[in-house]
């Protein structure tokens, strides 16, 4: 039976960026009917503004700022069902630790859940091992769940957790050309989904960003869309040292009237693109599931670095110049196939194991307790650090003194802690943009 006393599961996501609270509250929503949806915002330098939670577009019964500790505390209050972890490795692990320190001794507790946002295409034994103990370890596609496997066999570790689903944000009406300039609806739309951590240098960036208007210029008839993911002041999962909007004003020639940087939701976005093109965005994934000509740039090369290199073999390798001359890439299904992004109907059913083994957990009588691979025998040198960073001490307890977000409902306190955090996140964004690359570059003298 579930541990609430209502009839309505009860769900808890811990969120720490913009783009995991979007799948954390997604997966909750697939993986379970009907649910009581609290959601928490791990509190740091990525948690996401109510501009980014509205354009993510879920609502939660509930929604709050929380610190480790104030989640633990909750956690061990709350009865909750299912717990989704949408967060980064390191925030997980501690989290495992953290929960299981919580529900000591307890027969019954909630079924906890965690994955990923997009294409795991770095760090894979890194970020999988963080993850491990949790009940559910949620792969984005057969190829993925066959990778997380091998990487939990290798180290010895119970690989029972690793379930094959898909991204839950896949969806929205197939593409049909018809819609573009032929019919006289609208201009052909081209739309680069750019990233904020690839590539990293200026000189980089700066020639997509280029390409793109160049790509405007020599196509007037098109528009060009650059579509990105945060406005200045705003931070997303990853860091964004040259923001696009600056770069936009040192384009030569200014940029051209059919190209323009836009926001919003990315399935709006694509409810007008004719072809996407990015350098490895998860966005590739969820143009090519519609079935939009889609478009990975070699331009820079295919490097890991890049995270283009997960695209080979999809047929949709391609360089700005090609593109320039008209050319649009055909996908191999077959890979698509192993991407869990084919549109043809399994993806309605890409959740249904994990529905099961969600159902089964809630309907046991006990649960074993959460035993993450990494403990103070397995990983005495590592473990500890990841601890700390979320103020736990190494058998997960939070440390004496952890700050807490205080539950006062008064609206000057409220704007005066917002108004605080936000000079904060802006002296942050400073020297991450503007100090850090003076230092990096000082370096190289």
Sequence with gaps: MPASSSNRPRVAVLADSDTRWKWGALTANRLVSDIQFDGYLLRGR?????????????RADSLREATAADFLRAMGREPYDLVVLACVGGAVQAMLHGLARAWHGREKRPVVVTGYVGVVYEKLADGLLLRHGADLVLANSRHDADRFRDVYEGVGADSGSVTETALPFL??????????????????????????????????????????????????????????????GEHTTHIEELPYQKLATKVPGGMPANCRLVYGHMGEVLDRTDLLVTVSSTAALESLHRRIPTAVLTDLGIREVLGNHHFLGSGCLASWEELDAGHRPEPDPRWLSRQGVAADGPYETAFDEARARVAGLLAADRLPPIKPYYTPATAPGYLPGILARHHLDTQGEPLPGASAVSEETGSLRRVVRSAVRDVARGAYRHGVQRVAPVIRRMGEL
């Design 171 to 232: 969806g929205g009406a197939p593409y049909k050309e018809s819609g573009c300039k032929e019919s006289g609806d609208r201009p052909y739309t081209v739309t680069f989904a750019a990233q904020p951590s690839v590539p990293v240098s200026r000189a980089d960036r700066g020639y997509l960003l280029r390409r793109a208007a160049g790509h405007a210029r020599r196509h007037p008839d098109r528009e060009v869309l650059v579509k990105l993911r945060s406005k200045p």
């Design 46 to 58: 990525a948690t996401p503004t109510p501009r980014q939670l509205d354009e993510v577009g879920v």
